[in-house]
């Protein structure tokens, strides 16, 4: 989109998967698939070809939702660092992680391979960088921590490869990736219908229960039974307090920049301030588009989107002179483990039911991750991965981080007394929306392009907080746990699952 039109326009978007009719019928199946991402298709495609039958449910399009926003870095080199992954979850765990996302970007390849899917798959180099002039500790320590969790193509190199900027010291991670996001869920969609699984979209999951066999009954009061059922809906909505203690959702926003072609070296670049910054190259009818993202904050307590755009793009031009205005923004939804990893199995306490979630911004080989481990263990096959992503787990080590997310989470309960964003409709201008005082509580008022107003509580039916506008998404985000709703109040994103409701 061009800068300023006020609406969010990922590069990935125009490029359609088909879409097929909601579910009509009552059916049983060996597993049923909540959630048409890259967890829950990757699921799928990988019990298909074990010989379950499988139904995928999605509320929406396939795609439609985190996978059509995210950049599609497919990386071993994690974020959140190898050297605080050894001290959260020690030298096993961490190597583990290494291993399972080197194992993900390589079945990731294989599936392409096997399937001929065009989806633009490319190896490449990856470099962490540190800001210009400051202390390369962080580098040096992730280099060592690299190594000792098995990476060792890792080394530290001069600079990155980049002609108009000097990253100084820099750490090169070879054998990454990147990909089309949406081309690849469309090559999986075909490959599961070739395989016998079913597809069903527009098909909200309303109420998920465990048991032998467990059921997702859906909005329009259809039932789909099955032995195993896979919650893959970005934050599980099947679970109302434990995991989402122990993740918090983040706003994180991206640019599209065009740049002449070879001008930028094709390679995945990352800085390591918090919040960090990644960038990589994708063409676009014969263009090449810098993709650079950062600038995060938690879901639902800021609305600035304008000026962290802007952060963006000085950021990009600093280091990247020779490019042109953003013609592409967009924000996506990670959810951030207190200690860093996904959470990927049973859901706690049930038998038959399991989750996919807690992407920590690596959303494309987690949810290839979540793949391969949950094929497993719906097959009732032990795995090397299981206890590192138990969704069970609890770290002490991390107790700090859950302590501080949770007090955040506790502070926002205070929006019950603070006064609305305006004090009557009146002030609302077309295309936005505002919170409006409502007795004890606060309502969430719209006013649409014809001028008319929509009106519904602003109680998240999560776990009770108020909701906020977001102006650059136009959407209505809960600041606690990430749950969004479009203007009218429907239900986009978990945890809640049910839309905002009206005024009492």
Same mark, same amino acid.
């Given at each position: 989109?061009?800068?300023?039109?006020?609406?969010?326009?990922?590069?990935?978007?125009?490029?359609?998967?088909?879409?097929?009719?909601? @579910?009509?019928?009552?059916?049983?199946?060996?597993?049923?698939?909540?959630?048409?991402?890259? =967890?829950? @298709?990757?699921? !799928?495609?990988? @019990?298909?070809?074990?010989?379950?039958?499988?139904?995928?449910?999605?509320?929406?399009?396939?795609?439609?939702?985190?996978?059509?926003?995210?950049?599609?870095?497919?990386?071993?080199?994690?974020?959140?660092?190898y050297?605080?992954?050894?001290?959260?979850?020690?030298?096993?765990?961490?190597?583990?992680?290494?291993?399972?996302?080197?194992?993900?970007?390589?079945?990731i390849?294989?599936?392409?391979?096997?399937?001929?899917?065009? *989806?633009?798959?490319?190896?490449?180099?990856?470099?962490?960088?540190?800001?210009?002039?400051?202390?390369?500790?962080?580098?040096?320590?992730?280099?060592?921590a690299?190594?000792?969790?098995?990476?060792?193509?890792?080394?530290?190199? !001069?600079?990155?490869?980049? /002609? /108009?900027?000097?990253t100084?010291?820099?750490?090169?991670?070879?054998?990454?990736?990147?990909?089309h996001?949406?081309?690849?869920?469309?090559?999986?969609? &075909?490959?599961?219908?070739?395989?016998?699984?079913?597809?069903?979209?527009?098909?909200?999951?309303?109420?998920?229960?465990?048991? +032998?066999?467990?059921?997702?009954?859906?909005?329009?009061?259809? +039932?789909?039974?099955?032995?195993?059922?896979?919650?893959?809906?970005?934050?599980?909505? %099947?679970?109302?307090?434990?995991?989402?203690? #122990?993740?918090?959702a983040?706003?994180?926003?991206?640019?599209?920049?065009?740049?002449?072609?070879?001008? $930028?070296?094709?390679?995945?670049?990352?800085?390591?301030?918090?919040?960090?910054?990644?960038?990589?190259?994708?063409?676009?009818?014969g263009?090449?588009?810098?993709?650079?993202?950062?600038?995060? &904050?938690?879901?639902? /307590? =800021?609305?600035? !989107?304008?000026?962290?755009?802007?952060?963006?793009?000085?950021?990009?031009?600093?280091?990247?002179?020779?490019?042109?205005?953003?013609?592409?923004?967009?924000?996506?939804?990670?959810?951030?483990?207190?200690?860093?990893?996904?959470?990927?199995?049973?859901?706690?306490?049930?038998?038959?039911?399991?989750?996919?979630?807690?992407?920590?911004?690596?959303g494309?080989?987690?949810?290839?991750?979540?793949?391969?481990?949950?094929?497993?263990?719906?097959?009732?096959?032990?795995?090397?991965?299981?206890?590192?992503?138990?969704?069970?787990?609890?770290?002490l080590?991390?107790?700090?981080?859950?302590?501080?997310?949770?007090?955040?989470?506790a502070?926002q309960?205070?929006?019950? $007394?603070?006064?609305?964003?305006?004090?009557?409709?009146?002030?609302?201008?077309?295309?936005?929306?505002?919170l409006?005082?409502?007795?004890?509580?606060?309502?969430?008022?719209?006013?649409?392009?014809?001028?008319?107003?929509?009106?519904?509580?602003?109680? *998240?039916?999560?776990?009770?907080?108020?909701?906020?506008?977001?102006?650059?998404? #136009?959407?209505?985000?809960?600041?606690?746990?990430?749950?969004?709703?479009?203007?009218?109040?429907?239900?986009? %994103?978990?945890?809640?699952?049910?839309? @905002?409701?009206?005024?009492?």
């Open positions: 989109m061009k800068r300023g039109s006020g609406s969010s326009t990922s590069v990935w978007m125009g490029n359609s998967i088909p879409s097929y009719p909601p @579910l009509a019928r009552d059916i049983t199946a060996d597993v049923c698939v909540v959630g048409a991402g890259i =967890a829950g @298709l990757s699921t !799928a495609y990988l @019990l298909t070809e074990a010989g379950r039958s499988v139904v995928v449910l999605d509320d929406g399009a396939i795609g439609s939702g985190e996978t059509s926003r995210t950049t599609a870095h497919l990386v071993s080199a994690l974020d959140d660092r050297f605080e992954l050894e001290r959260l979850h020690g030298e096993t765990g961490a190597r583990l992680a290494a291993e399972s996302h080197s194992a993900a970007i390589d079945r390849e294989a599936i392409i391979a096997k399937e001929n899917i065009n *989806c633009e798959f490319e190896r490449l180099d990856g470099f962490l960088f540190g800001p210009p002039g400051e202390s390369t500790e962080i580098i040096d320590k992730e280099l060592a690299a190594l000792r969790a098995g990476l060792n193509g890792v080394e530290r190199i !001069a600079r990155a490869p980049l /002609q /108009q900027f000097d100084g010291p820099c750490l090169r991670f070879p054998r990454q990736a990147q990909f996001p949406l081309k690849y869920l469309g090559g999986l969609t &075909h490959a599961i219908k070739n395989s016998g699984g079913l597809i069903f979209n527009n098909t909200h999951a309303e109420e998920i229960k465990d048991g +032998v066999p467990g059921s997702v009954k859906t909005a329009s009061g259809h +039932v789909v039974s099955a032995d195993a059922i896979v919650v893959a809906t970005n934050t599980p909505v %099947n679970d109302w307090v434990t995991i989402h203690t #122990k993740q918090a983040y706003r994180t926003y991206v640019i599209g920049v065009p740049v002449p072609k070879g001008s $930028v070296t094709r390679a995945l670049y990352w800085d390591t301030p918090d919040p960090y910054h990644y960038v990589r190259l994708h063409n676009e009818n263009h090449e588009i810098l993709i650079v993202g950062g600038e995060d &904050h938690k879901t639902g /307590q =800021a609305d600035d !989107a304008d000026e962290r755009f802007l952060r963006l793009e000085a950021w990009t031009r600093e280091r990247f002179p020779a490019t042109k205005g953003a013609e592409f923004r967009w924000s996506g939804q990670i959810l951030e483990p207190v200690d860093s990893l996904a959470f990927i199995g049973r859901n706690p306490g049930d038998k038959n039911v399991y989750v996919a979630t807690g992407d920590s911004g690596n494309m080989t987690h949810g290839t991750i979540a793949g391969i481990l949950l094929t497993d263990l719906v097959l009732g096959k032990e795995h090397d991965w299981q206890k590192l992503y138990d969704p069970s787990r609890v770290s080590r991390a107790m700090p981080e859950f302590a501080r997310e949770n007090l955040n989470v502070a309960y205070s929006d019950y $007394v603070t006064t609305g964003d305006v004090n009557g409709p009146g002030k609302i201008e077309s295309g936005t929306g505002a409006i005082r409502h007795g004890f509580s606060k309502k969430a008022v719209y006013r649409d392009t014809h001028g008319n107003l929509h009106e519904c509580t602003a109680v *998240c039916p999560h776990l009770g907080c108020i909701v906020d506008w977001n102006s650059e998404e #136009k959407t209505w985000d809960c600041p606690c746990h990430g749950s969004r709703f479009d203007p009218f109040g429907k239900v986009l %994103n978990g945890p809640a699952n049910t839309d @905002l409701g009206p005024l009492k």
